[in-house]
C-alpha cells in the first residue's frame, strides 16, 4: 500500500512526533511505501535514528514564515504550502495531529485518495471561544468561532478519524460529525529493553541506594501536572519518606511552565529533592528507566500516554492518573496504580504503597512488562493502521462502483 503520513512539524521529540515516526518505520518494515511530509524538520533533534530508515520531505512554510503565532493562522498557512506543492498521488493520506488534516483533505479533493486521520489531540477551538481565558482570547472569541466552524467543515472530509482512547473520541464526537474509531499505540519493545544501566544514572544524580526515586519524562507542558507530582513528594518527605523526583526533558515547547515548577520546588524547599535533568537522549532512555524505581504520569486530559507503555516494556513500575487515556488498558493494582488526577493526596498514598511493598513494584513491573511488550506495540498499531486503510479503499471503491451508471438490458426480442 503507497501510505502518505503528514505532521505539522518534526521539530521535538514529542510524544506525537514519535508516534507518528515509529508508525512510519513500522509501516515500511511491513513492506508497505511509506513518505512523510512535514512543513519543518530538525534532524539532528527529532529522533534521527528512527528517521533515517523512510523518506521525509519537508515541503516549507507558507507565507509569513517567520510568524509562529497564533499557531492555528500558521498551521492554516503551512497546510496551504503543502497541499499546493505535492504532485505525487497515494492511496492513503495519514496526517497526524492538528492542522495536518486539513492539508490532506485538501490533496484528496486535488489528487484522489483517502484520508484517515490520527487525531491525537481534539481541537479546542470551541472551548476557548466559549470560555475566554483572558482578555485577549475574549478578543480572539470570534475568530476562534470561525476557525470552529472552519475546523468542523474540514473534518467531515475526513474518511476516517482514529483516537488512541475513548476519552478522546467521546471529546470529539460531542463537537464534530464523521465516522471515528479507537486504535492503540504502543512501545517498540526492540528498542525500549529491560536492563539498563542502573547505577550510571543514579551516580549521575547522587541518588542514594535507599532513596526511592520517581521518573517522569517527556516535554514539559502544563497539562501535565507535574506540580502535583512535586506536592506529593514534599508531603511524603514531611512523613519521613525517603524520595526523589528525577524530571526529565524539554523545555522548548513551554519554558515558562518549567520556571514555575522550579520555583515551586524553591518555595517549598525542595530542591535536594527535586532533580531537573534536561533532555534525554534517546540513547539513554533506557538507563533513565533503569535508574528510578517507579514511573508516575500526573497527567490531566491526555489524550493517551505513549510514554507510560514505554516504561512498562523497559520493566518499569508505573503510576498513572485517570485523567490520561493510557489507564484505559491498564488495571489498577495488576499492571499498574492508578490516582485521580489533580490529586496530590491520592497520588502520594499510592507512591507510598508502591515504596512501601516491594512484592506489589515487582508484580506491577512483571505484569505491565508483558501487557506492553506483547499487546501495545508498534507492529500491531502498524497493523491496526494498514488494516483500517484497507477497509478504507475497499468502502470507497465499493461507492464507486454503486455510483457508476450500469448498462441498460438489451432485449432479447427481435424487433
Not at 477551538?125 to 467543515?153: G, M, N, T, V
Request: aromatic content about 10%; overall charge positive; glycine content about 6%.
Amino acid at each position: 500500500m503507497d501510505i502518505a503520513l503528514i505532521i505539522h512539524e518534526l521539530l521535538v521529540e514529542g510524544g506525537g512526533e514519535r508516534q507518528c515516526v515509529c508508525l512510519a518505520q513500522a509501516l515500511a518494515q511491513h513492506g508497505n511505501r511509506v513518505t512523510l511530509y512535514t512543513s519543518a524538520y530538525d534532524r539532528a533533534n527529532c529522533f534521527p535514528e528512527i528517521c533515517k530508515d523512510f523518506e521525509i520531505k519537508e515541503v516549507g512554510r507558507g507565507p509569513f514564515a517567520r510568524l509562529r503565532k497564533p499557531l492555528f493562522f500558521r498551521g492554516y498557512l503551512d497546510m496551504l504550502r503543502l497541499a499546493a506543492t505535492l504532485r505525487e498521488r497515494h492511496e492513503v493520506w495519514n496526517p497526524h495531529h492538528w492542522p495536518a488534516q486539513w492539508g490532506a483533505v485538501w490533496l484528496k479533493r486535488r489528487l484522489g485518495g483517502a484520508v484517515v486521520w490520527m487525531c491525537n489531540d481534539v481541537p479546542d477551538f470551541q472551548q476557548k471561544a466559549r470560555r475566554p481565558q483572558s482578555i485577549k482570547s475574549a478578543i480572539l472569541a470570534p475568530l476562534y468561532w470561525l476557525y470552529y466552524f472552519y475546523d468542523r467543515r474540514q473534518n467531515r472530509k475526513a474518511d476516517l478519524t482514529l483516537f488512541l482512547s475513548n476519552w478522546a473520541e467521546s471529546e470529539y464526537k460531542a463537537l464534530y460529525p464523521g465516522a471515528t474509531r479507537v486504535v492503540r499505540s504502543g512501545a517498540d519493545p526492540a528498542r525500549f529493553l529491560p536492563g539498563g544501566n542502573r547505577s550510571r544514572i543514579r551516580a549521575r544524580f547522587g541518588f542514594a541506594g535507599d532513596e526511592f526515586v520517581l521518573l517522569w519524562l517527556g516535554i514539559f507542558m502544563p497539562h501535565r501536572r507535574l506540580e502535583d507530582a512535586i506536592e506529593a513528594v514534599r508531603h511524603l518527605a514531611s512523613q519521613g519518606t525517603r524520595i526523589r523526583l528525577l524530571l526529565a526533558g524539554s523545555d522548548r515547547s513551554y519554558p515558562e511552565y518549567l520556571n514555575s515548577l522550579k520555583a515551586q520546588v524553591h518555595s517549598l524547599g525542595l530542591q535536594e529533592l527535586v532533580t531537573f535533568s534536561g533532555k534525554v537522549t534517546d540513547e539513554e532512555i533506557c538507563d533513565f528507566y533503569a535508574a528510578c524505581d517507579a514511573f508516575v504520569f500526573p497527567n490531566d486530559q491526555q489524550t493517551w500516554g505513549l510514554v507510560v507503555l514505554e516504561a512498562m516494556a523497559c520493566g518499569c513500575p508505573v503510576l498513572v492518573s485517570r485523567g490520561a487515556g493510557v489507564h484505559e488498558v491498564l488495571t489498577h493494582g495488576d499492571s499498574a496504580l492508578l490516582f485521580p488526577p489533580r490529586n496530590p493526596q491520592a497520588l502520594a498514598e499510592q507512591i507510598k504503597a508502591l515504596a512501601s511493598h516491594p512484592e506489589l513494584r515487582r508484580k506491577i513491573a512483571q505484569t505491565g512488562m508483558q501487557l506492553a511488550r506483547e499487546t501495545y506495540n508498534w507492529d500491531r498499531f502498524a497493523d491496526q493502521i494498514f488494516r483500517v486503510c484497507e477497509e478504507v479503499i475497499e468502502r470507497d471503491r465499493s461507492a464507486v462502483l454503486r455510483s457508476e451508471p450500469t448498462e441498460p438490458a438489451r432485449s432479447l426480442t427481435r424487433p
